[in-house]
C-alpha cells in the first residue's frame, strides 16, 4: 500500500471560501442499492474519494457496468453474475458488509468480506446477521468471509438491540425487496441512512417511517432506475468548522446542511467560538478566546463519533479542562498518542479523555491510524508551531476529497510526498 506522507507548515492564517463534498457515509451505501436493480442509476455530488473507488469496484465485480466521472457515477447491474466481492478489492474498508443485504434480496446469495476500515475498536455486525436470518437468511463464517443464501427474504418485525447505522442500511435494502412488510424499530437516525431512503423511494420502493426511528417497508418485487444527489458531508463540513475556530483563521464552509450539524454548534456554541449559520453555509471567525467543554457522543442528533478525534485536537487550545466520551467505539483514542507528541496535555481514563487546554503545540513527526484520526492530526498540525510531518496519511484519502489542496488554497503551508 502506498504510504502518502504529508508535511504541514503550522500557524499559518486560513482564509476563504472551501466547499464540501459528497457524504463519504452516504454514497457508499447509496452505491450498494445499485444491486437491488437491474436498471441504471445515476449520482451525483459522489465524493472522490479511495473508498468510493473501492465501491465502485466491488461492484464491477459481481456484475456492473458504468462509469465514473468527476463526482458523477452512472451505474448498473443488469445481471449479478458473482456472489463474491475478493478481498483484496475491500480489504481497507467496510464496503463489503454493506453489500450483504441488497445481493441477498435480489440475488439469493452473497459472499462477503469481514469489514475492515479503520482500526477504531470492535464494529459490530451481530444485529446485520441476525435480522437478515430472522428473515430467512442461512449464513455461516468461513475464516475471513461470511456467505448468505435464501430463497426470497420475508418480512418481519425487528428491534435494533441498540442503533447501528450499517445495521438499519443493511436491513431496509434486504427488506425493501422481500415477501411481506418488514417493520424495523430502534432505527438509526443518521441523515446518511435518510439519505439511502430518498434513494430507495426513489428507486420505487414503498417505505413509511416516523422521527422515533420506525420504518414500515413493504417489499416490492422489483425496483427500477433513478437519478440521485448525494447529501453534503457533514463531517467534513465538520472538519472545517473546527479549523476555522482555531486563531487567526477565518472559514466561509458552503454547501452543507446546518440541521446536519446542530450537536456540534452546540458544543462550539458554549465553547464561545464565533460561528454564524446560513441556510446552506456556515461562517467562522478565529481569534475568540475558546472556553473548555464537556461532550459525548452519540447516535445522530448528538455529537458524531467521527467528529469526536478532530474537537479533541481543538480543545487543547480551550481554557481549562475538557472532558471528552466516546460511547460508540471502544478503541477510538489513537489520535491521543500522537496528539502528546505535539505537547497536548491529555490523558485518557477508560472511555473518556481529559484535555487540559491552551498547549503549546510543536511540530513533530506523526502516524495516523485511521480516517479521523488523520484530520485530527492535520488540525493539531495547523495550531502547531513549526513542521509536522504525518506519515500513513493514505487514510485521510479514504473520506476527505482533496483535503490537502482545499487547506492550500485556504492558505495553508502543506506538501504531499508518495512513496
Known amino acids: 500500500m502506498q504510504n502518502i506522507v504529508i508535511s504541514i507548515q503550522g500557524r499559518r492564517p486560513l482564509t476563504g471560501d472551501v466547499t464540501v463534498a459528497g457524504a463519504k457515509n452516504a454514497a457508499l451505501p447509496d452505491l450498494a442499492a445499485v444491486c437491488l436493480s437491474g436498471e441504471a442509476i445515476e449520482f451525483s455530488n459522489v465524493p472522490q474519494v479511495e473508498d468510493i473507488k473501492v465501491m465502485f469496484a466491488a461492484l464491477r465485480e459481481i456484475g456492473a457496468l458504468g462509469e465514473m466521472r468527476g463526482d458523477l457515477i452512472r451505474v448498473?447491474?443488469?445481471e449479478i453474475r458473482s456472489d463474491e466481492v475478493s478481498q483484496g478489492i475491500v480489504r481497507t474498508t467496510r464496503a463489503s458488509i454493506l453489500l450483504l443485504g441488497p445481493m441477498l434480496a435480489r440475488?439469493?446469495?452473497?459472499?462477503?468480506t469481514l469489514p475492515g476500515g479503520c482500526a477504531i475498536g470492535e464494529r459490530k455486525i451481530d444485529f446485520h446477521l441476525q435480522g437478515l436470518q430472522r428473515m430467512g437468511a442461512e449464513i455461516r463464517s468461513e475464516r475471513e468471509f461470511l456467505e448468505a443464501r435464501c430463497r426470497r427474504l420475508r418480512g418481519i418485525e425487528y428491534s435494533f438491540p441498540a442503533r447501528t447505522v450499517t445495521g438499519t442500511e443493511n436491513l431496509l435494502m434486504a427488506a425493501v425487496l422481500a415477501e411481506g412488510t418488514t417493520v424495523l424499530h430502534n432505527c438509526a437516525l443518521e441523515p446518511e441512512v435518510e439519505d439511502l431512503v430518498v434513494l430507495l423511494r426513489d428507486m420505487g420502493a414503498d417505505i413509511a417511517g416516523a422521527s422515533d426511528g420506525t420504518w414500515i417497508i413493504r417489499g416490492r418485487t422489483a425496483l427500477h432506475g433513478a437519478r440521485h444527489r448525494v447529501i453534503p458531508d457533514r463531517i467534513e463540513a465538520g472538519t472545517y468548522l473546527m479549523a476555522g475556530c482555531l486563531a487567526g483563521n477565518e472559514i466561509h464552509v458552503q454547501g452543507v446542511v446546518p440541521e446536519h450539524l446542530g450537536s456540534l454548534l452546540d458544543v462550539l456554541g458554549a465553547m464561545?467560538?464565533?460561528?454564524?449559520?446560513?441556510?446552506?453555509?456556515?461562517?467562522?471567525?478565529?481569534?475568540a478566546a475558546l472556553?473548555?467543554?464537556?461532550?459525548?457522543?452519540?447516535?445522530?442528533?448528538?455529537?458524531?463519533t467521527d467528529l469526536q478525534a478532530q474537537a479533541t485536537a481543538l480543545l487543547t487550545q480551550a481554557e481549562g479542562v475538557s472532558r471528552v466520551r466516546e460511547t460508540i467505539f471502544n478503541d477510538r483514542f489513537h489520535h491521543v498518542r500522537e496528539l502528546r507528541r505535539l505537547g497536548a496535555d491529555i490523558v485518557v481514563k477508560g472511555d473518556t479523555a481529559v484535555v487540559r487546554g491552551r498547549s503549546p503545540l510543536r511540530g513533530a513527526t506523526l502516524r495516523t491510524t485511521d480516517l479521523r484520526a488523520s484530520a485530527a492530526l492535520v488540525l493539531g498540525a495547523l495550531a502547531a508551531e513549526g513542521e509536522t510531518v504525518i506519515e500513513n496519511s493514505y487514510q485521510l484519502f479514504r473520506g476527505y476529497e482533496n483535503l490537502p489542496e482545499k487547506l492550500q488554497k485556504l492558505g495553508a503551508d502543506i506538501t504531499i510526498r508518495r512513496e
Open 272 to 287: 464561545g467560538a464565533a460561528v454564524s449559520v446560513f441556510p446552506q453555509a456556515l461562517h467562522v471567525r478565529g481569534g
Open 76 to 78: 448498473a447491474i443488469p
Open 291 to 304: 472556553a473548555a467543554a464537556d461532550l459525548v457522543t452519540a447516535p445522530f442528533p448528538g455529537f458524531p
Open 107 to 112: 440475488h439469493g446469495r452473497a459472499k462477503v
